[in-house]
């Protein structure tokens, strides 16, 4: 078991950055891909950014591929996504996921542990 808590929401204007922090306990972190997540209001959950176990390979979405950094820190596991150049449409709630699975995609269903999520909001 994983438990996630995310943290580093908040209200900013366009072309702003934000941090946001996902803290684990439990089972080991680094054995773990760890994933973003974002839900803006009437859609789905989509995919934004993943990084390995390791921190050597992360993904993303190429809605957010150069302004985004996914990290991590398994010392303190913790995983990071560094937002830059943020615009209105990053408005979303954020979750951090879990994945115990050795090959991972963008589908949220290969994500065994969620976190409670923290808004994102990007005025204009």
């Known amino acids: 078991q994983v438990q996630l808590v995310e943290s580093g929401g908040g209200l900013v204007q366009a072309g702003g950055s934000l941090r946001l922090s996902c803290a684990a306990s439990g089972r080991t972190f680094s054995y773990y891909v760890m994933g973003w997540f974002r839900q803006a209001p009437g859609k789905e959950r989509e995919f934004v950014a993943r990084i390995s176990w390791s921190g050597g390979s992360t993904y993303y979405a190429d809605s957010v591929k150069g302004r985004f950094t996914i990290s991590r820190d398994n010392a303190k596991n913790t995983v990071y996504l560094q937002m830059n150049s943020l615009k209105p449409e990053d408005t979303a709630v954020y979750y951090c996921?879990?994945?115990?699975?050795?090959?991972?995609?963008?589908?949220?269903?290969?994500?065994?542990?969620w976190g409670q999520g923290t808004q994102v909001t990007v005025s204009s």
């Open positions: 996921a879990a994945s115990a699975r050795m090959i991972v995609t963008v589908s949220e269903y290969e994500y065994d542990y």
